[in-house]
């Protein structure tokens, strides 16, 4: 059977520390005692290096007493964990937590001919992060399209391929012959909505007027007669305006080749602009299942992506309800925290109407995904029965999370997606 993830994503340049921590790594009956050491400091009940936690996993009751069900989950073996391949990540050992890892093909695309070759100079560093990736036990996945500047493969390039069959069919054939090369496990697609490439179509999408769904279901149907059921697929469809919502039914007809659809969650913005708003994804998603063929299904292959990073937007009047205003600057979570931590001038409000927080200096103000973000897009995310996360780190954010600094930041989505680690719920970062 073919798998195929659905998604959306931006590639970035990535760096990351070195960090040491074997727990990840460790024989099972280890790892068993530093996730008891890890659950009896989280409760604090106790020196953890003198006094490991007696959790009785079958009531949930600690030495002291106390009920920490919710900090002990149970592993869950069904859910995901793709993470992007920046740099650094397969040199630290919690990149043992990521189930796929997504590299960049190291193609370019010559539009007079149609044809793909690989660059060459490329190949020995990814074939290096490759083989450290199988070594660890970590499926490959190799991306085309969108953001993929160098290898020519852009939007508009695949909104043209797919309207020749010919065209497609040779794309294709090519694009097995990179995969075959690199013993890829799966192929990720980056593509806006067919015959969108800039993402503004407004409402003409909904009607279709261009044949997009048509075009998607030819192009993933050739995919799969490439690969002969041999291959996972993944498709990310990036920057998903709300109109889209209504071409829900768009995806009911790739789902016999689609395992994943990666859903950008950080991209769902709130009317003053706002972006990360896990109210706003619940919104998108309640709507989007309306519009779906076989909604079951196209749920159960849903991946949230978790941006580490935020757009700063400054505030044109701070007397007046916050207007739209466009986002300046990126900012990671690694300098948020910095900001909160350093900055008497910075407050965090949070926003019950988008279920967020909000960083705020009377000038600028900055929504990011914290650990109460995350947690809720989790608890959405299991409650419509999705299919797990997708890891966009960024910079030195693979180091922490906001809230949590002794959890690096995949240890942080690992135990709230599959369980089996400490809880974060005793963060605290406001």
Known sequence: MIKLYVGLMTFHTFYAYSLKDESILAAPQTRKNLIRHCIYDCLGLANKATKP??????????????????????????????CN????????????????????????????????????KSVPDLQVNIDRAKAMGISCAMVFGEYMSSTGIVGDTLDKISQNAN???KLVSQLRGVVDRFKMDGVMIMWMLPSCPTGICGMQSVKDKTNARGKLVAFFNELNNSMKGKKVFIYMMLHMPSAYTYLGNYFSEIIKWVDYIIIETHEL?????????????????????????NENQVLRRLIFTL????????????????????????????????????????????????????????????????YTSIQTKIDYLFDIGGAGLHAFVNYGDFYTICGCEKLHYLRVLSEMLKGGECSINLCKWY
């Open 167 to 169: 065209l497609t069919k």
């Open 269 to 293: 913005r709130e009317l003053n602009g706002f972006t990360h708003s896990p109210r706003k994804l619940i919104e998108w998603i309640n709507g989007f299942a309306q519009f779906v063929n």
């Open 85 to 120: 391949a920046f740099d650094g990540l397969l040199l630290n050992p919690q990149a043992a937590l990521c189930d796929y890892v997504v590299f960049g093909a190291p193609i370019l695309y010559n539009k007079a001919t149609s044809d793909v070759t690989v660059n060459e």
């Open 307 to 370: 941006a580490s990073y935020s757009v700063s937007y400054t505030v044109k009047d701070p007397k007046k309800e916050i207007s739209k205003t466009n986002g300046k600057t990126t900012i990671t979570n690694e300098d948020i925290c910095k900001k909160y931590k350093n900055n008497k001038n910075w407050a965090v409000e949070y926003d019950s109407t988008a279920m967020q927080y909000v960083g705020y200096d009377g000038k600028t103000w900055v929504p990011f995904d914290e």
């Open 53 to 82: 936690c007696k959790y009785n996993s079958r009531t949930g009751i600690a030495p002291s007493g106390k009920n920490c069900t919710s900090e002990f989950k149970p592993l869950i073996k069904n859910k995901v964990l793709v």
